[in-house]
């Protein structure tokens, strides 16, 4: 238990913040008194069931309940969320991919180019100096 | 507030010399008076509890309702004044004031412009062929996004080092290498690249999920992460690197 906890916590930091960037909309109603976090064991296994506690977030409250294989988060089921219709839309969906270096021709650069020492490196500078 | 600025105007005959010497003027002007690293700014003189004029400007006021409204919306990563440090509403401003001056030109006229200011963009009657700078090689792109009317912001560490502050720990945002925002104005897309970079790799679902933006970021651990919207270009054009 002393190294499921921090896992834990990590795992509901983690999901708030979902909640807390939906648009405003009305205070989702649940009713349930907040359950106190409880264990569940398998006996001589190392599979783990543990409910977090519940966390209050401008949309409701959260309780997530993990499933732990040994160290590792095996499954991880919402035991309460907000009732709120914006829940599901607001989780983005994203891609990920590696990352790739490339040349390409365009017409302007986007990037952190603050300083005129950046500038005079940069790839905007040589198309300005292409364009003149 | 230095940072170069490149314009291009494709209208044929378009005759708005005055509103491109205006957006320039525009953009000093916005320097002068709300650049904190300028002793006798607003933004200086309101930080040091001196506020001229008192109260501030309708124009300040509105920075500093932006800034609000990010914090806010960050649970507090981005801050314009973080703990321990001077107010600093870069971030906004510069989005802010490169936007208003990018209407100046559509006032006059101007349809198909393409603005770059430090790397910020404002694109106007693209398409645009727009390259995300790579975050670890400064002549390399690591994406190429096409924009017919919109903005481009990225904020990353490769320029000026740590300088976006996690206000919720006060110390700077390590999450990120770089992250790129498409909205529709500079305004939305500056500041929400800068908030999202305070806030690290949950930043990226947090800008995600605001209405009008698309994402392209690049985490510590160098993989990207970016929106199934992210208007990536075409390859026809590219070139073998």
Redesign the interface.
């Known amino acids: 238990m002393k190294r499921a906890l921090p896992v834990l916590v990590l795992t509901v930091a ?1 999901l708030v ?2 909640w ?3 648009p405003s909309a009305p205070e989702p109603a649940v009713a349930e008194p907040a359950p106190v976090p409880s264990v569940s064991a398998s006996p001589g296994g190392t599979t783990r069931v543990v409910a977090g506690p519940t966390v209050d977030t401008e949309k409701g409250p959260v309780q997530v309940e993990v499933t732990l294989d040994g160290d590792r988060i095996g499954a991880v089921r919402m035991l309460r969320q907000p009732d709120h219709p914006q829940t599901t839309a ?27 020492d ?2 005079r ?5 040589a ?2 100096a292409g ?1 003149s | 507030m ?3 600025v ?1 314009l ?1 105007i494709d209208d044929e005959g378009f005759a708005g010399a005055d509103a491109v010497d205006a957006l320039f003027a525009r953009l000093r002007e916005a320097d002068a008076r709300f650049s904190p690293f300028r002793e006798d700014s607003e933004v200086s003189r309101l930080d040091r509890g001196e506020p001229d004029p008192d109260p501030p400007t309708p124009e300040l006021t509105e920075i500093l309702a932006l800034c609000e409204r990010y914090r806010i ?1 960050t ?1 507090g990563a981005f801050d314009v004044r973080p703990p321990g440090r001077r107010l600093d509403p870069c971030a906004v401003v510069k989005g802010w004031a490169v936007q208003r001056g990018a209407d100046l030109l559509r006032a006059a006229g101007a349809r198909r412009f ?1 603005l ?1 200011a ?4 404002v ?1 106007a009657g693209g398409p ?7 975050p ?7 994406a ?1 996004l096409e924009l017919t009317d919109g903005a ?9 080092g740590d300088h976006i502050i996690d206000a919720r720990t006060g110390r700077p945002a390590t999450g990120l290498l ?1 992250l ?1 925002v498409t909205a529709p104005t500079l305004t939305e897309a500056d500041a929400v690249a800068t908030a999202a970079f305070a806030l690290g790799r ?1 930043g ?3 800008a ?2 605001r209405p009008g933006c698309e ?1 392209f970021a ?1 985490t510590a651990a ?7 919207g992210f208007p990536t ?1 075409g390859r026809a ?5």
């Open positions: 983690g913040p979902v807390r960037y939906t607001a989780v983005p969906v994203l891609i990920e991919e590696t990352l790739r270096a490339q040349s390409a021709d365009v017409d302007t650069v986007s990037g952190a180019t603050v300083t005129s950046g500038y490196e940069s790839l905007q500078a198309l300005d364009d | 230095g940072f170069p490149s291009r919306a649970g393409c770059n430090g790397g910020d963009v694109a645009w062929r727009v390259g995300v700078r790579h670890e090689h400064a002549g390399r792109l690591c190429v481009v912001a990225t904020s990353a560490r490769y320029e000026r770089a790129t949950e990226i679902a947090w995600a999920a994402v690049v160098r993989r990207v992460v970016r929106t199934p270009a054009r590219e070139t073998v690197a």
